[in-house]
């Protein structure tokens, strides 16, 4: 029998094959299949400091929003006994999937404030959380500001998170940055246990009837696995910390080419919500399948195994790749073409 054991942010898991978050990962009774069928870890959906401080203020407008009416008409406040706000909820999803399941239950957290981040971090450790997954979830639009800028805001944030907590802290950030390759190892740096590979932004469409910018929410697609996957690869020799890839992961096969290139774990969300919690059976079947056959006795073994042709010259390979698709594409191509002799 293979041995799929592995280690993420310091914390022994009994598989690399991990539920990201989603909707599957938000309910207690959906949490408790996803471990049933395989899943080495659940990270939890995000906790996003803008909605609980919404619910925050309006609870405070409805309070304030008769306060010079008559004295006595007491019942023109709203009932709040019962008023239970975003993170109080999330908290109880935190020490409930904590009682349900034995896999390690890790916390996501989108913040907007350093002091958001630092409370709410503070609270997710105190639920129980094994860990806690940050969002750099940002969208640099503004021109006035420079990468510089952004960069060490976040490194910032970053370095007293990790200094403040007692639990490991994962880092999900874009592929979207000036020079990724210095950011990992800055984020490492900072006291970061691992990063995760990538967050996927949700791009915005464009309705040519109202002309109203629209949401798309799209899953992913296996095409989209060999972003994380190059990087994992180029980047795996330079970081101790941990690795995560997440995106375009819906097969036993992705996970081994993940870990190949030195990933610890593969998250899968889209494959989840298409399949639904049982598919991690499949995928972890298809991963034991595929190591046997190329006779792998464990993750540890396979971890990193083929990293090197990335990970030597990256620039050098990715040219060649390039050329070599190039050339091979214009065979292809003329190889169909009729030739004709004629001259007019």
């Not at 069928?37 to 939890?44: D, E, H, R």
């Not at 958001?116 to 971090?121: C, E, I, T």
């Not at 450790?125 to 640099?140: F, K, P, R, S, W």
């Not at 980047?235 to 081994?256: K, N």
Request: include cysteine; charge should be negative; proline fraction near 5%.
């Amino acid at each position: 029998m293979t041995d799929l054991h592995c280690t993420y942010l310091g914390i022994p898991l009994k598989s690399p094959i991990v539920a990201s978050p989603g909707p599957l990962t938000g309910e207690v009774g959906t949490i408790v299949e996803l471990e049933r069928y395989g899943a080495g870890a659940i990270v939890l959906p995000s906790l996003f400091e803008e909605q609980i401080e919404h619910e925050a203020n309006e609870v405070d407008r409805l309070m304030s929003i008769n306060a010079d009416s008559f004295g006595e008409a007491t019942t023109f406040f709203p009932d709040i006994d019962e008023y239970d706000s975003g993170v109080d909820r999330y908290l109880e999803l935190v020490e409930t999937a904590k009682a349900a399941v034995d896999v390690p239950v890790i916390a996501s957290l989108n913040g907007a404030s350093i002091g958001g981040w630092l409370r709410y971090g503070g609270l997710l450790e105190d639920a129980g959380a094994d860990a806690v997954e940050i969002n750099l979830y940002t969208v640099a639009a503004d021109p006035m500001v420079p990468a510089t800028e952004l960069e060490s805001e976040q490194l910032e944030l970053i370095a007293v998170l990790a200094g403040e907590l007692d639990v490991p802290l994962a880092v999900k950030i874009s592929p979207y940055y000036s020079s990724l390759a210095a950011f990992l190892v800055a984020v490492q740096e900072a006291g970061a246990s691992g990063a995760v590979l990538f967050n996927r932004f949700y791009q915005p469409d464009l309705d040519l009837e109202t002309l109203g910018v629209q949401s798309r929410l799209s899953l992913s697609s296996p095409e989209e696995l060999r972003l994380p996957l190059r990087w994992t690869g180029i980047m795996r020799e330079y970081l101790a910390m941990s690795i995560a890839c997440t995106t375009g992961v819906h097969s036993g096969y992705d996970v081994a080419k993940l870990v190949l290139v030195g990933a610890d774990v593969a998250m899968t969300t889209s494959a989840l919500l298409r399949n639904g919690p049982s598919h991690l059976a499949t995928i972890e079947a298809q991963l034991r399948d595929w190591m046997e056959e190329h006779e792998y006795e464990s993750v540890a073994q396979m971890r990193g195994a083929v990293r090197s042709e990335a990970a030597a010259d990256p620039a050098g390979f990715e040219r060649a790749n390039y050329i070599g698709n190039l050339a091979s594409y214009t065979s292809r191509h003329f190889d169909r073409q009729p030739i004709s002799l004629r001259s007019d």
